[in-house]
């Protein structure tokens, strides 16, 4: 089983940089994919980045290509997601999610253990 925390969320202008992290527990964090989704209120939760278990085809939606990067660290179990050139469309909460399999997945159905949330608020 895998707990995931995530913190770095907070108000920023649009323009600004925030950096997300994502600590996950136990000794398996290695074999994992992982993942970043986001929500707003009313919406179902939106896909952002995923990345391999071993860090290889990082993996964006189209509405943040060249300007976030999500990058993992497994000697220190956790993912992060650098945000950059934030716009008030971004706000949302950000939850980070883990899940195994050959090919890394966009799907949340198939993400297997998921973080609280940590919320990002980008104003204009």
């Known amino acids: 089983q895998v707990q995931l925390v995530e913190s770095g969320g907070g108000l920023v202008q649009a323009g600004g940089s925030l950096r997300l992290s994502c600590a996950a527990s136990?000794?398996?964090?290695?074999?994992?994919?992982m993942g970043w989704f986001r929500q707003t209120p009313g919406k179902e939760r939106e896909f952002v980045a995923a990345i391999s278990w071993n860090g290889g085809a990082p993996y964006y939606t189209d509405s943040v290509k060249g300007r976030f990067t999500i990058s993992r660290d497994n000697a220190k179990n956790t993912v992060y997601l650098q945000m950059n050139s934030l716009k008030p469309e971004d706000t949302a909460v950000y939850y980070c999610?883990?899940?195994?399999?050959?090919?890394?997945?966009?799907?949340?159905?198939?993400?297997?253990?998921w973080g609280q949330g940590t919320q990002v608020t980008v104003s204009s």
């Open positions: 999610a883990a899940h195994k399999g050959q090919y890394v997945s966009s799907l949340h159905a198939d993400y297997d253990y």
């Open positions: 136990g000794r398996t964090f290695s074999v994992y994919n």
